[in-house]
């Protein structure tokens, strides 16, 4: 039986958490400024020195180039993978959350927000990682969440802070990417849950997600 991310429900509540993107502006918030309960995403091993408290992941190029690292490097970090369509990456501290069958939203006609999150992270819907993490931290309790290494710049979207995503396009369609991060950015607002992009040279708009200065946030030398 796979494991269940049941027992993270709350596990931070009415704490701030962190979430480590990947791109090319992470140098600029270094995660080790910040002493918070962190989710990383992707290729977030490949950031030297620092380890998130947790790690997600949806993309199975990634499982491909590096599941075997991920898996050894981060054995012990709680790692949340969507099943069943990555149920064969396993190993030591894997833990498994239901995603929607079909198309990635918005073209599975689901809502980005569902109701049931809360409780059991049910048929979890998504158009990129950073939905994911999102509904990860408001599962697990969080009152604030924070995000660095969100870039999003146009005809840019393969750079990364290690370089040059494999296999990644460079001119990739935001549009949906926003449209989730709205719609869960107002969802949360109304439970009393604060999101914010504090990721320095980012290109998300303020009124997709507001925009913070990262130094109101740095609590670690």
């Known amino acids: ?17 962190l979430i480590v993107g990947n791109g090319e502006n992470l140098k600029l918030t270094p995660p080790e400024w910040f002493d918070y309960p962190s989710i990383g995403v992707n290729e977030i091993h490949l950031y030297d020195g620092w380890k998130p408290t947790y790690y997600t992941c949806v993309d199975r190029n990634n499982k491909r180039d590096y599941g075997e690292k991920i898996a050894s490097d981060f054995a012990d970090i709680p790692k949340f993978i969507p099943s069943p369509r990555m149920d064969k990456w396993e190993g030591e501290n894997f833990y498994y959350f239901r995603v ?10 689901a809502r980005m927000w569902c109701e049931k999150d809360k409780i059991v992270l049910a048929d979890m819907v ?46 990739h369609d935001t549009k949906d990417w926003f449209r989730g991060y709205k719609e869960l950015c107002d969802e949360l607002k109304k439970r009393s ?26 609590n670690k030398e």
Do not use: C
């Not at 509904?135 to 802070?161: E, W």
């Open 126 to 171: 998504y158009s990129n990682i950073t939905h994911v993490a999102i509904k990860l931290a408001y599962f697990m309790g969080a009152s604030t969440i924070l995000i660095i290494g969100m870039q999003h710049r146009q005809h840019a979207m393969d750079r990364h802070f290690y370089g040059i995503g494999l296999g990644m396009s460079a001119d």
């Open 1 to 17: 039986m796979k494991n269940s991310i049941a027992d993270f429900k709350d596990i931070h509540k009415d704490e701030t958490m």
């Open 100 to 109: 929607a069958s079909g198309p990635l939203w918005p073209n599975n006609r």
């Open 193 to 218: 849950v604060t999101l914010l992009n504090i990721s320095q040279d980012t290109y998300v708009p303020d009124s997709i997600i507001p925009t913070d200065d990262w130094e109101n946030w740095k």
